[in-house]
Every structure is written in structure tokens, then in C-alpha cells.
């Protein structure tokens, strides 16, 4: 049986100013997939997830959610979305439990079943002690798990993930994997952005290389593999951004650390 599409961005360009970010960007996602969204720092992730959850609204092309088209179907598609976003904006002054009150509200989810919910997701991420404690005193990896359990409390079918992982423990990296593993088999469909190249690797079935505003490869981890004779990620990565000049710029960038004050 065909898969559904669930994402799909036709021609998809967006300027800021007169600099052009994204360039006829042409990508369709599938029910179920796990897309690894990568690219060097300020070659337009942000902006492409913050397009297709409507933060960003002027661009040129069409995006398409569940089939409808973002720009004219309202704002009832976002209940379906799950979103963590890169800086998590969350409130301080509230407790996990309060908050989770909220975002789920905002969902339109009934009182009882968010506190249900919250407590039993809470109790597995070992957080169970702090649902009455404000946020504020919170450690960068117990804020990243509340904004990952406030993502996904309403049950989305589709998630878009910024950076989700990067203050995470070992452990509860390897827990939030398996979840998002689960997920897609069951048929959630993951829009998952990250630097963390290995997690990726692991992580994502389908690998999507934005580079100077545009898609430049797409496939699963062994088929770009094979497109690019590398072994990893990192590497395919590098060659794919024709970028091979770490060592001369860490080389400089030591030497000036060292000497910039004799160089003036
Ligand atoms: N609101 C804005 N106004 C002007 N320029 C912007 C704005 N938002 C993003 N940009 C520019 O668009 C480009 C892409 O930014 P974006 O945040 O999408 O990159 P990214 O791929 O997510 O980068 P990173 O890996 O560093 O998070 C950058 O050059 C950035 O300066």
C-alpha cells in the first residue's frame, strides 16, 4: 500500500531582506518516516521547520500538511503537531505540572487526562519528585524533558524535533531514541533536526542534506553512503559541503589564540 504523504513542500523559497535562505526547496515525507534534517549552521533548518508550523508565514511555494495547504487551511492542523523547539522558551515561574496544564489546554485536552499523563511520563523520565517544583531551578536535561514530554502529551501524528537531545544524559538518549523509534512504527512521522551527526546516523531513516539553500542529498544513511564513498555521517557531511579545511582554521585559530597580541 502507497504511504500517505504527510509533508509536502513544493518550490519552497524564503529571503530575508535580499539574502536568499531557502531556494525552490522541493521535499515530500512520508507516514512513518524519521527524517534526519541537517546542514551546516544558518543554511535554513530553523526556517523551514518554523515555515511548516506556520511561526513564519510569508514565503514563496506551497506547503502542504496532511494534505491540506498550510496557508489556507487555518490553524486546526497544529493540533496534530508536536513541536520542540531549538531554545525552548518555558516558564520559569511555572511548575512541570503547570505548564504541562497548559500546552495541553491549549491542545484542547481534558484537566484530568493531562495530570494522568503527566505524572506517569514524568515518573519515567525519573522526574516524579519535581511536578511541584518551579521550572527555574531546573537542569538544562530536566527542561529539554519537559519540553519533549509537552511536544507529545496530545498524541501528534507529526513531530518536529530542534535539537531535542543535545542536554540529554546517555541513558535518557537512548530512552527518547526507542520512543521515537516506537512512534514511527506506528505510524507518527518525525521531522527531526540535529548537529549531533552520530544520533542521526542511528536515529533517522531518511537523511536530508540542506546546504546553501537547497537540498543537495536525500536517502537513507547507506545510500548516501554509497552516493559519497564515506563511512560516516560526519564525513559524508563534510564531503557533501565540499568542507575539508578543519585542521588549517583550528591551526589559525590556535596560532592567533597564541600570538594575535605579537601579530597587531
Ligand atoms: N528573522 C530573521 N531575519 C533575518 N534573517 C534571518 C531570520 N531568521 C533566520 N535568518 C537567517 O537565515 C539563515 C538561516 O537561518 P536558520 O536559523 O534557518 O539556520 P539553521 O540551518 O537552523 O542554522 P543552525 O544550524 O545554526 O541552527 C541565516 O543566515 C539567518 O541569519
Known sequence: MEKEVILSLKNVSKSFGGSRVLESINLDVYQGQIIGYIGPNGAGKSTTVKMMLGLISSFHGDIEIFG??????????????????????????LTPLEYLSFVGGLYGMDQHDITTKTMALMRLFELENVVHTR?????KGMRQ????????????????????????????????KEILDQLASEGKTIFYSSHIMDVVEKISNRIVLLADGQIVADGTFEQLQQQSQEGSLEEIFN???GFDKHQEIASSFVSIVKNGDRNE
Open 145 to 176: 524533558k519537559v519540553l519533549f514530554i509537552a511536544s507529545i502529551i496530545h498524541n501528534p501524528d507529526l513531530l518536529f524535533l530542534d535539537e531535542p537531545l543535545s542536554g540529554l544524559d546517555a541513558n535518557s538518549m537512548m530512552i527518547v
Open 68 to 93: 491540506e495547504d498550510i496557508k489556507k487551511s487555518g490553524v486546526a492542523y497544529k493540533k496534530r503537531i508536536g513541536y520542540v523547539p531549538e531554545n525552548g522558551e518555558i516558564y520559569d515561574s
Open 135 to 139: 521550572i527555574s531551578s531546573f537542569s
Open 239 to 241: 564531503q557533501l559541503t
